[in-house]
């Protein structure tokens, strides 16, 4: 599909505000689940499960998401789902116990999955080859704004108010993505969608017996079961363990979003130059190396100011993976892009809704269970590449 200038331009903000949905309904409030936690007298395991909740529906919700692109385009789902999402976090605002909070929690997962899964099949869409790759890439660095400015934004919110005042910003993002997809145009033209959803459906399983796609499909699916062990655990474990103010979690949250946005270009500086599966090889070693040096730190009572290079090195390749990864996989599936990214959607966030829990498991004033969860998920996704994705290439 030929783009203008203009219509590139839209379009990475647009896409790059809708895969942001995900840093942006996690990251904005973590530094409000200790104080969460105090306010709803819950352990820390239930406050983590807040976040599992989310991502769990987020994971299923792509599900549905995509096969519903590929049937009745991209357009109608997104507006369904930014709808949903705006009510159920206006729900957040006024929960009274955890179970109305986990409950609106779950559909606002579910319902900001269709950003998600959908924005990647417009990339799809519009783009082949290394365009493909450099619009992912660009996607990564628009998205990667959003772990710097959420967290950040959270904390100087709790200054002035408490943590519902972070559910009202968040709807009202939730507003504009819902006026953004109105201005929207349809790039999946009636005739190159598919017959039915059960066809879209139907797919799942043709797409998991190709070994090249179960391999990005367990490779992410590892990679974003680290890095969510690490979303859910860091708050905890800078604000409890080394008793760092909330402000300052931000702070060194924001720092490391950085680092993800500034990793994010060199997929699109090297596209056409490097192999994308040289950089995907390249973006899962560091980290299991880095995960490795951080068991040995935290087991070891390392201070802060060593800890934090280590996690750095560790967590920002991940901007990197994930871009040359999904351009990959989606590019050899053609009309299935929304089922094919559905999947991947799904894998990238079921284990980490899964691990969320328990990184907490031990207590909140232990580090050493976040370590070991990042270091057991990065060197599984090391394997399931060198097993299944390296051969073909």
């Keep these: 599909m030929a783009m203008s200038k203009g219509m590139r331009l839209w379009l990475m903000v647009f896409l790059g505000l809708m895969t942001a949905i995900a840093p942006l309904s996690t990251d904005m409030y973590l530094p409000s689940l200790p104080i969460m936690q105090q306010d709803f007298s819950i352990s820390t395991s239930v406050a983590q499960m807040t976040l599992m909740m989310t991502t769990g529906g987020m994971a299923i919700g792509q599900i549905f998401a995509g096969p519903l692109s590929d049937r009745y385009g991209r357009k109608i789902p997104l507006l369904l789902g930014m709808l949903i999402f705006t009510l159920s976090t206006a729900g957040c605002i006024w929960a009274e116990d955890i179970g109305a909070f986990l409950f609106c929690r779950f559909l606002c997962g579910f319902a900001g999955a269709s950003g998600i899964v959908v924005a990647k099949a417009i990339a799809r869409d519009v783009c082949q080859g290394p365009e493909l790759s450099r619009f992912f890439a660009l996607l990564m660095m628009i998205n990667g704004l959003a772990p ?57 399983p043709r797409l998991l017996k190709n070994r090249y796609f179960l391999g990005h499909c367990l490779t992410q699916c590892f990679v974003f079961g680290a890095f969510f062990s690490y979303l859910s655990g860091s708050s905890f474990v800078f604000q409890n363990v080394y008793q760092v103010s909330p402000q300052g979690y931000s702070l060194i949250f924001g720092g490391i979003g950085a680092g993800l946005l500034l990793t994010g270009a060199l997929p699109a500086r090297l596209a056409g130059r490097v192999p994308d599966e040289r950089l995907l090889h390249i973006s899962l070693l560091i980290p299991l190396l880095g995960s490795l040096l951080l068991c040995l730190g935290f087991y070891m009572q390392a201070p802060l100011s060593l800890i934090l290079p280590v996690l750095f090195v560790t967590i920002v390749p991940l901007s990197v993976m994930g871009a040359a990864s999904f351009s990959l996989a989606l590019s050899r599936q053609g009309k299935n892009a929304g089922s094919a990214s559905a999947l991947l959607g799904f894998f990238s966030m079921i284990l980490g809704a899964a691990m969320m829990p328990l990184v907490g498991i031990a207590g909140e004033n232990t580090a050493l269970p976040m370590a070991l969860i990042m270091a057991g998920g990065y060197g599984l996704g090391l394997l399931s590449y060198r097993q299944l994705i390296a051969p073909e290439h």
Excluded: D, H, N
């Design 148 to 204: 710097i400015a959420a967290p950040v934004i959270g904390g100087q919110i709790l200054l002035f108010t408490t943590w519902r005042g972070v559910f009202v910003v968040l709807t009202a993002v939730g507003l504009v993505q819902l006026l953004a997809t109105f201005v929207y145009r349809e790039t999946l033209p009636r005739e190159k969608r598919l017959p039915g959803v059960l066809a879209s459906f139907a797919k799942f």
